[in-house]
């Protein structure tokens, strides 16, 4: 394996990881969260529950016309008593003393209250746990409300479950922040309310909490905090589960891709290998001079069946060879080997021309054109009668390809640009390249009679070639349409496609030349 393919199947890993760890924090939060609202509701319900038992025996009491702690009163307050399973005793108080309770009857030594932990504007007051006035060994919760005062069973909440170590919730009177009952192993202060901006949650600050506030009606509310904060405090265990599942799955995507990369690369082993073997063939497409109807050239156009992938596009392979610095040894194989087996008609036919089809990179490479001459000589071929099509997909060192375009034209070599109209093969190029042959890219061609963007600039095209003293071929001609719209339009055009010919191989093409055009 490449370093390269190591170091992508590490990154794969390690995003995988990263996003596994991500997912799995936002997941966790989410829980944690869920769970806080859930106790801190069934907190607050639970609270309401016991609020509303005490609150409605107060009520009773104080809507009862008997005197107070008269034998009528007490049989009322017992009565209460046995409604009201939250609370322990309900009594009367005369002169901040305790006079008679349901349980005790009248009192004796009538018992001074302490003072409250809160009161409240309507004169009711409450104590928090506190030690039982009735000398009881327990503390318990007190509410009085004008002369009713009502003791909460130690027990009360003895049902409701206690929240999870790291949460706390109180419940809480919001009109004046009067805690009603906390719940949790710890106190929430106000410090672990302050919210934090969202983006600290996906960070490992500490003291990161989450919060929850719910409230039934304005008059109660409960305040839920959760220390548990994602990911960051899940078991270990959990992580690198978590981030193992993660890691998996980075690998898992970065196997088709892994796949593709072999198989490109082993493509292009075979690609090197055919070329070695000369097993790449050429086949040959005319070019017709739409006036005459004559075959004024040909062009080559190499051709890969290869054993392990079936027949491969140029486009594939020219494009592999390029990235892949075989275009050399490629471009010299289809020279030879056009201009051998093109070498009888090429004789025979002497106004015929040859395309051959160049890579940018053959362009800049200095003994090609040694090369060119040497295979022409051997293959007794002029080379005016030979065509170099170029194109540029890249804006690259236009003066220097300028010059080596001079250096060709020298030598009698024609030099087109190919694809006109599209990338950079453009009005720009043919002005600072100085070719004496343009072929218009066939998606010109394949717009007329579609009232396209395309068919408006094949338009303006027309009118540019007829100033310019350029040799244009338009290819790419499948109709009959097609070809009459170029004659109209431009008399001298050549053109090169379907409707006259696909490309085929040499017998063929000996058979194609000598039937007489009409
Ligand atoms: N550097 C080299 N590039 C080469 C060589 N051989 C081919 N190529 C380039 O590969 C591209 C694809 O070529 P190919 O699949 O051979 O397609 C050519 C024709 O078959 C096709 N064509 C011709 N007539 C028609 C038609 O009427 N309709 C239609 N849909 N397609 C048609 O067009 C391609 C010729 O294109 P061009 O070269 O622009 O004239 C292509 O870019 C080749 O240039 C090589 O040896 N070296």
């Known amino acids: 394996m490449s370093k390269q393919i190591t170091g992508l199947l590490l990154l794969a890993a390690i995003c995988g990881g990263l996003a596994a760890l991500c997912v799995g924090h936002y997941f966790a939060m989410k829980f944690q969260q869920k769970e806080l609202e859930s106790y801190s509701n069934y907190a607050l319900n639970y609270s309401a529950k016991v609020a509303k038992d005490i609150f409605g025996s107060i009520q009773e009491a104080k809507q009862s016309s008997a005197e107070p702690c008269s034998i009528e009163d007490l049989a009322k307050l017992r009565t209460s008593l046995w409604e009201h399973k939250f609370i322990k005793d309900i009594g009367r108080v005369i002169d901040g003393?305790?006079?008679?309770?349901?349980?005790?009857?009248?009192?004796?030594?009538?018992?001074?209250?302490?003072?409250?932990?809160?009161?409240?504007?309507?004169?009711?007051?409450?104590?928090?746990?506190?030690?039982?006035?009735l000398g009881l060994p327990y503390q318990t919760g007190m509410d009085q409300d004008g002369n009713v005062i009502v003791f909460t069973s130690p027990f009360a909440f003895d049902g409701l479950r206690q929240p999870p170590s790291d949460m706390a919730v109180k419940v809480l009177r919001p009109e004046n922040n009067f805690?009603?009952?906390?719940f949790g192993a710890f106190e929430i202060d106000s410090d672990m309310l302050v919210p934090l901006p969202s983006f600290a949650m996906w960070l490992p600050f500490p003291n990161r909490y989450l919060h929850y506030r719910t409230c039934i009606g304005p008059t109660l509310c409960a305040v839920g905090v959760n220390k548990v904060v994602g990911a960051y405090e899940l078991p270990l265990s959990a992580v690198l589960m978590i981030t193992g599942v993660g890691?998996?799955?980075?690998?898992?995507?970065?196997?088709?891709?892994?796949?593709?990369?072999?198989?490109?690369?082993?493509?292009?082993?075979?690609?090197r290998k055919a070329i070695v073997r000369r097993e790449l063939s050429m086949v040959y497409q005319p070019k017709m001079d739409l006036n005459s109807k004559k075959v004024i050239g040909v062009e080559s156009l190499v051709r890969w069946h290869s054993h392990e992938f079936g027949m491969v596009s140029p486009d594939t392979f020219i494009e592999l060879a390029e990235r892949h610095s075989l275009i050399r040894p490629l471009t010299q194989l289809v020279i030879e080997t056009s201009l051998f087996e093109m070498s009888p008609l090429l004789t025979k036919y002497r106004d015929m021309s040859l395309s051959i089809n160049l890579s940018i990179q053959d362009l800049f490479d200095a003994s090609l054109m040694p090369f060119i001459c040497e295979c022409s000589k051997q293959n007794n071929i002029r080379t005016d009668q030979l065509v170099f099509e170029i194109t540029e997909r890249s804006a690259g060192d236009s003066h220097e390809l300028a010059n080596i375009v001079a250096r060709y034209t020298e030598q009698g070599i024609c030099i087109s640009l190919d694809d006109f109209g599209t990338g950079y093969s453009n009005l720009a190029w043919l002005g600072r390249l100085n070719a004496k042959e343009i072929k218009v890219d066939k998606s010109f061609t394949q717009s007329i009679g579609t009232g396209s963007i395309n068919q408006t600039m094949l338009d303006a095209i027309f009118s540019l070639v007829q100033r310019l003293n350029v040799r244009t071929v338009f290819e790419g001609v499948e109709t009959q349409e097609q070809a009459d719209y170029i004659q109209r339009a431009c008399p001298n055009a050549l053109a090169q496609g379907w409707l006259y010919a696909k490309p085929m191989i040499i017998p063929q093409l000996e058979a194609y030349l000598s039937i007489p055009k009409a």
Not at 179 to 182: D, G, K, L, P, T
Not at 251 to 260: D, H
Request: net charge positive.
């Open 247 to 271: 890691v998996c799955f980075g690998v898992m995507l970065f196997c088709p891709f892994y796949i593709r990369r072999m198989k490109r690369h082993s493509m292009i082993y075979h690609l």
């Open 97 to 133: 003393r305790v006079s008679c309770t349901a349980e005790w009857g009248v009192l004796e030594d009538k018992p001074t209250l302490p003072e409250p932990t809160s009161s409240f504007p309507d004169q009711s007051k409450h104590w928090l746990n506190t030690d039982s006035v």
């Open 179 to 182: 805690i009603y009952r906390s």
